[in-house]
């Protein structure tokens, strides 16, 4: 555990206030600034007064934030992802594995990052202030962040393609006859030649009647003489490609041979692309204050469409099967530790812990706000809906399955396959099917949006909160310039070539957050300190919740279970891993070598950092050295004068002491870097 800092007891609490900050950064009176008379310079925000963090902003109310949460949580991998696993994984039975990882990894890691965000105030950078030898930490969150970012606008436009696609009255993936269409592997130009009495496929790929054969003939197909097809199989089974399939590739991706061929740039996905960055533009440009109210329609229409879609598919024919296959438990695959590997992985991806957004949001939280309730609510509602995606998609598969008389594995796919090609698929054969269409693709979009808010606001707020004398002022800038460089390098991935690179990026940069949740709780439980950090949240919640006996599953967690459980899935997926392909196609070696750059600037940040700190700016002796870099700074702890004061109280009460300098103010320092150097002494005060 770190070195723990002592001050000398506070001093009465004064009416006075700071009037100014010299040139030195020392404040004008040596020491308090009241936060009922706050005069530092500010200027450079507009907020509301009832706002009690009036530099940064706060949530407009409770709502709005338990909303974000819940809307960046739940996201696209709910509806696509989640289902499959499920079922692949052996079913009902691989619920035990994900209930386990949610109750021991997921909500503990859940908890930890709200109670982190909001006790600093800050964003996932600066808020490292409480280690800085993990700030490292912050930066890979970053940069997974912005790399997702890309690729989760490109899925968000394929939605929106497909949106657009379905307001006409008969669907563009339904039949063969269209350009795109291949002239002798379209499956449904087939069906009826394969299915139809007296006719059949031959070795041609040509459709013949059976009266033309010999019996002779007839055998060669596994075709009795008295027409009887039941042993006859398509020759050109394997090689047929449904119609929502050739939609998909040909029309909608136009998609390249491979990624070497990077073609031209699709322009109805460059259309949708730039569509999709000027929404998540147009909804971010008041920060929260904007994104909050847009929540209210976008993470609870998706619940509306579900629900509907459910009732929808109860009633289609094959309901039933589809619904046994993803629920029927397979105990036998709980023996595999892929099954629990798949469980921790999901969770990480369902409940988005340790990609920095649940601090952001977080950091925006007021100070007394009950995060240990929020961190009850939001997994588990987010667990309920990933079940209820499953439920909704499994009785459309049984329906798709029974109409194309195919097993339900074979028509099952995984990732963007299950969204882009099975569903348009099943639902093309509905009464009304461009409405359903419509509704489900609107959802996807409504699903992405959420999530693409948090990942954005995410950077947005920790390029600000790392540099708030050069940014704060021109925060609508920053988030203009980031969504033009964002569209700009998205192109890529609506070129010809996209799909590929959509693969590649999902494949390699995802894969460091189980190190970053494994970090948070070394970092916060070892370094900063369990007791320290559970006398934080007693801070804020109060001594009811913290001294309930049941409490202490918390630390428990923090300090053992945790980081066990996420030590172990990282060496597994290290011991297992394989080379990323995207179907059956292997990338080129120039492919792995990005990838494995984008790997590296999201994980060499957490020691690169930390050794150019130790070796070059601190100073001492290497214990001394090592000491600084693994305790808070002067900086770390609330924002608010008043509550830096209650916090050094409460932990002075409860046998630990804040770490921070309990009469600095931070917003007093709103206009110097995070990478200043803050000292305090009695003759000068707070010094910059």
């Known amino acids: 555990m770190a070195e723990q800092k002592e001050y000398k007891p506070l001093p009465p609490k004064d009416d006075g206030h700071v009037t100014e900050i010299d040139e030195n950064g020392h404040l004008s009176n040596g020491g308090h600034v009241p936060t009922s008379d706050f005069s530092a310079p500010h200027d450079d ?52 594995p994900y209930t386990i990882m949610l109750l021991f990894a997921g909500i503990p890691l859940f908890f930890l990052e709200l109670v982190f965000g909001q006790y600093c105030s800050l964003g996932p950078i600066t808020s490292w202030r409480a280690v800085p030898i993990l700030r490292g930490i912050g930066y890979g969150m970053m940069a997974v962040s912005f790399y997702v970012g890309i690729y989760y606008n490109v899925i968000i436009t394929y939605t929106i393609r497909y949106m657009f696609a379905s307001l006409t009255k008969s669907l563009p993936w339904v039949g063969c006859d269209h350009a795109w269409n291949s002239v002798f592997n379209c499956a449904e130009m087939v069906q009826d030649c394969v299915h139809g009495n007296g006719t059949f496929v031959t070795f041609n790929n040509t459709c013949a009647n059976m009266s033309d054969y010999s019996e002779a003939e007839l055998a060669m197909y596994n075709i009795s003489a008295g027409g009887d097809k039941s042993l006859y199989v398509d020759p050109f089974r394997e090689e047929r490609v449904g119609a929502s399939e050739e939609f998909y590739l040909y029309e909608a991706l136009q998609r390249s041979d491979s990624i070497n061929d990077t073609g031209y740039v699709v322009w109805e996905l460059g259309l949708c692309l730039l569509l999709a960055w000027g929404i998540v533009f147009v909804c971010l440009a008041k920060g929260i204050k904007s994104s909050g109210k847009v929540v209210y329609f976008t993470a609870t229409f998706p619940y509306i469409v579900l629900i509907i879609l459910l009732i929808k598919g109860l009633t289609l024919d094959g309901h039933r099967e589809g619904i046994k296959y993803f629920i ?154 980031f969504c033009s460089f964002s569209f700009f390098i998205g192109l890529l991935c609506v070129s010809q070539a996209g799909n590929y690179w959509v693969a590649l990026i999902d494949s390699y940069v995802a894969n460091p957050i189980l190190l970053y949740g494994l970090g948070e709780c070394i970092g916060i439980a070892w370094l900063y300190g369990y007791k320290r950090f559970v006398n934080d949240i007693r801070t804020m919640v109060g001594d009811r919740i913290v001294d309930s006996p049941l409490f202490y599953w918390w630390p428990l967690n923090w300090l053992a279970i945790t980081p066990v459980i996420l030590s172990a899935v990282v060496l597994f997926d290290w011991a297992n891993w394989t080379a990323p392909t995207v179907g059956n196609s292997d990338f080129p070696d120039w492919a792995h070598v990005i990838g494995w750059f984008l790997y590296a600037t999201a994980v060499v940040p957490i020691p690169g950092l930390a050794i150019y700190d130790f070796f070059i700016k601190q100073k001492g002796s290497a214990v001394d050295r090592l000491k600084v870099m693994a305790s808070p700074t002067d900086a770390w702890g609330p924002a608010l004068v008043d509550h830096r004061r209650e916090a050094f109280e409460v932990h002075q009460r409860n046998g630990t002491t804040m770490g921070g300098d309990p009469d600095l103010d931070p917003q007093a320092m709103i206009n110097y870097s995070y990478n200043s150097k803050v000292t305090y002494d009695d003759k000068n005060g707070v010094q910059v």
């Open 328 to 481: 029927t438990p397979q105990w036998h695959r709980l023996r595999d530790p892929k099954v629990w590997k798949d469980a921790a992985v999901q969770i990480f991806y369902s409940l988005s812990a340790s990609w920095g957004g649940l601090i952001t949001l977080a950091s925006y939280n007021k100070f007394r706000n009950n995060c240990f309730r929020d961190a009850m609510i939001i997994p588990i509602l987010n667990c309920l809906t990933s079940l209820l995606a499953g439920f909704v998609i499994f009785s459309i598969i049984g329906y798709m399955a029974q109409q194309l008389d195919k097993p339900i594995e074979d028509v099952v796919t995984q990732s963007f396959g299950l969204a882009f090609i099975a569903y348009p698929s099943a639902v093309a054969s509905l009464p009304g099917a461009p409405v359903w269409a419509f509704l489900f693709f609107f959802m996807l979009l409504t699903l992405g949006l959420d999530s693409q808010f948090v990942i954005v606001e995410t950077i947005i707020t920790a390029v600000i909160d790392e540099y708030p004398k050069q940014l704060r002022k021109k925060k609508l800038y920053v988030l203009g310039a």
């Open 45 to 96: 925000v507009d907020l509301p007064s009832k706002d009690e963090n009036e530099v940064r902003g706060n949530w407009s109310g409770q709502l709005d934030f338990l909303l974000s949460c819940l809307g960046y949580a739940v996201g696209l991998g709910n509806v696509w992802r989640f289902p499959y696993l499920c079922y692949s994984n052996g079913g009902g039975a691989f619920l035990i």
